[in-house]
């Protein structure tokens, strides 16, 4: 369980009593993420998530929490966090910011079926749209700039192959980052995490998307190919299962069809998603940090698929 701060009954309690959320009964430690502490809270008025902050800072939770607020105000089922009596989103907890939000239905997901890839292609589709109007502006935190820098930190940790690899594909997103096509694309606040475990399916239908502590404003285009390399894929080999992958991008179109420039990116954004995941995994491996426990992922994963998109993908948009 990736908890990086220990909290007791009495310390969430005291930080509950300005909530109007009901006395604390119960708490635990939820056993996903590695960027925050999360505990499952119930009250005597319901059950809720709570999250302490490790690295965000208050410059940048107004964004976060802003954006989570302004699409449960719209009605897609995404946390919406619980302010306190003064209107604040978020109040320090042992010294570090906190917030609480509302627990969602459903499960997560290990292997989507199609309608399941319907299901969050639609969500995407609907969030994009109905973000266009949210006032708050951060970029994306993982952007190309990020990984540039990532990149040379971990650089003397990496094989040759693989060194060549992650140079050779910064080269041509830079290059991509450049084009006309690319500068045409919609923009807007995204997730841009958004995983299987980062969504609550009820069987075939989405209960809920969490976790928008990744979002920024980048091209809708780069979200939706972050979902993709996720949902759609065998994790054996990275490649697309294209029932999946014909689903996610159907269920979009029905809500926000495609521009030609998206179009004619599909296979660059695929690959920028895929090499904004290596190099974040690839970062996390080689420079920890201290946890009680900590859930740092296979790098060689993002590898794979990162191979596989700049190899082919099965249809264009």
């Known amino acids: 369980m990736a908890?990086?701060?220990?909290?007791?009954?009495?310390?969430?309690?005291?930080?509950?009593?300005?909530?109007a959320c009901g006395e604390l009964q119960s708490f635990e430690g939820i056993a996903s993420g590695i960027e925050n502490t999360n505990y499952f809270v119930n009250t005597c008025k319901g059950r809720y998530v709570l999250t302490i902050f490790e690295k965000l800072t208050d410059r940048e939770l107004p964004f976060y929490l802003g954006l989570m607020q302004h699409l449960a105000g719209k009605g897609l089922p995404v946390p919406g966090p619980i302010a306190s009596r003064d209107g604040a989103l978020f109040r320090p907890l042992q010294g570090k910011p906190a917030t609480l939000?509302?627990?969602?239905?459903?499960?997560?997901?290990t292997h989507p079926t199609p309608l399941?890839?319907?299901?969050?292609?639609?969500?995407?589709?609907?969030?994009?749209?109905a973000a266009a109007d949210f006032a708050g502006t951060l970029e994306n935190p993982r952007n190309l700039s990020w990984i540039v820098s990532a990149a040379r930190a971990i650089k003397p940790h990496l094989p040759a192959e693989e060194l060549s690899l992650l140079e050779d594909e910064i080269l041509f997103q830079t290059q991509l980052s450049r084009s006309a096509d690319y500068q045409s694309l919609e923009k807007g606040a995204v997730h841009a995490d958004l995983f299987k475990d980062n969504a609550l399916m009820q069987g075939e239908h989405l209960g809920g998307v969490i976790d928008f502590y990744f979002a920024g404003v980048d091209t809708y285009l780069f979200d939706l190919a972050v979902t993709a390399n996720d949902w759609c894929i065998d994790v054996?080999?990275?490649?697309?299962?294209?029932?999946?992958?014909?689903?996610?991008?159907?269920?979009?179109?029905?809500?926000?069809p495609f521009p030609d420039a998206e179009k004619r990116l599909w296979q660059g954004m695929l690959r920028a998603a895929a090499l904004r995941f290596w190099t974040s995994r690839l970062s996390d491996y080689f420079m920890p940090r201290e946890a009680e426990v900590l859930n740092v992922k296979d790098p060689r994963h993002f590898e794979r698929v990162l191979k596989a998109r700049r190899q082919s993908i099965p249809f264009e948009l």
């Open 3 to 19: 908890v990086f701060t220990r909290v007791t009954h009495d310390e969430i309690q005291h930080w509950l009593g300005d909530l």
């Open 101 to 109: 939000v509302n627990c969602l239905a459903g499960s997560s997901v």
């Open 116 to 129: 399941q890839c319907e299901e969050i292609g639609r969500f995407s589709a609907k969030a994009h749209l």
């Open 236 to 256: 054996n080999t990275g490649e697309f299962l294209e029932p999946q992958l014909r689903a996610l991008v159907h269920g979009y179109s029905e809500h926000r």
